[in-house]
């Protein structure tokens, strides 16, 4: 259980370009999902949580304008890099976290997708 | 401002021994706790969390230390085998409105054969 999928795995494209990244939360809801950004050898950094049918509140220092971030539905929230230039190449990663059931305990771990190698030329 | 850290970049061990991981954490408030294991071109992979209640929890070869008055987390795998080779790292939740993950800075456990 508990499967996230992102999409797709690597883009290869010119300056100026805008892509779109899809991340799905396959077997569960999740009312939660997370844009992480991750540099060769280095940790996750949290660019944006979002909520379902909400604006998504973005990380200190995150460009809203150049990262949009929509979650339309309890299995899909969507990244787009805006005009992207090759300082925009990263590893993009998303994650999800599911509702909470009445009874169980507060705290549920994100699962993440297996990210998306982006190569701006 | 608050951050996790770990000791050790590095960590090889020889197949069959056990390994420990060890991570820091500043936020006295984080009450959640995660590790996870990075393949090389992968996302994050789920292997054992901890809440601030406890102190000790077990999974299958893994065990998460967490000792709140030294705000220290570890990570022990037992019978260490080539498949354990990955990044993996430590995660704590702060609370709030925002209930977001923080990240230690990852370290490489490389298993020799």
């Known amino acids: 259980g508990a499967v996230v999928s992102q999409h797709p795995s690597r883009v290869i494209c010119k300056s100026g370009t805008s892509v779109k990244i899809e991340c799905r939360s396959l077997?569960?809801?999740?009312?939660?999902m997370f844009w992480y950004r991750q540099f060769p050898k280095q940790s996750l950094m949290l660019m944006a949580t979002?909520?379902?049918?909400?604006?998504?509140?973005?990380e200190q220092g995150v460009e809203k304008d150049k990262f949009l971030i929509n979650h339309a539905s309890l299995t899909l929230s969507t990244l787009t890099v805006t005009s992207a230039h090759p300082e925009d190449s990263s590893f993009y990663i998303c994650?999800?976290?599911?509702?909470?059931?009445?009874?169980?305990?507060?705290?549920?771990?994100?699962?993440f997708g297996d990210g998306t190698r982006l190569s701006i030329l | 401002g608050e951050s996790v850290g770990l000791h050790l970049p590095t960590l090889s061990v020889q197949e069959g021994d056990n390994s420990i991981i060890n991570c820091a954490y500043s936020?006295?408030?984080?009450?959640?706790f995660i590790w996870y294991k990075q393949e090389s071109g992968k996302g994050p992979q789920f292997i054992i969390d901890?809440?601030?209640?406890?102190d000790k929890r077990q999974g299958q070869r893994v065990t998460v230390l967490l000792n709140k008055t030294v705000k220290h987390l570890s990570l022990q795998i037992a019978a260490t085998q080539p498949g354990d080779s990955a990044v993996y790292f430590c995660?704590?939740?702060?609370?709030?409105?925002?209930?977001?993950?923080?990240f230690g800075t990852g370290t490489l456990l490389a298993v020799q054969p």
């Open positions: 077997d569960f809801q999740a009312t939660t």
């Open positions: 901890i809440r601030s209640n406890m």
């Open positions: 979002s909520n379902e049918g909400s604006k998504a509140t973005y």
């Open positions: 994650s999800a976290r599911g509702r909470r059931v009445l009874g169980e305990q507060k705290n549920q771990p994100q699962h």
């Open positions: 995660a704590e939740n702060y609370g709030g409105a925002t209930n977001k993950l923080i």
């Open positions: 936020n006295s408030a984080s009450d959640y």
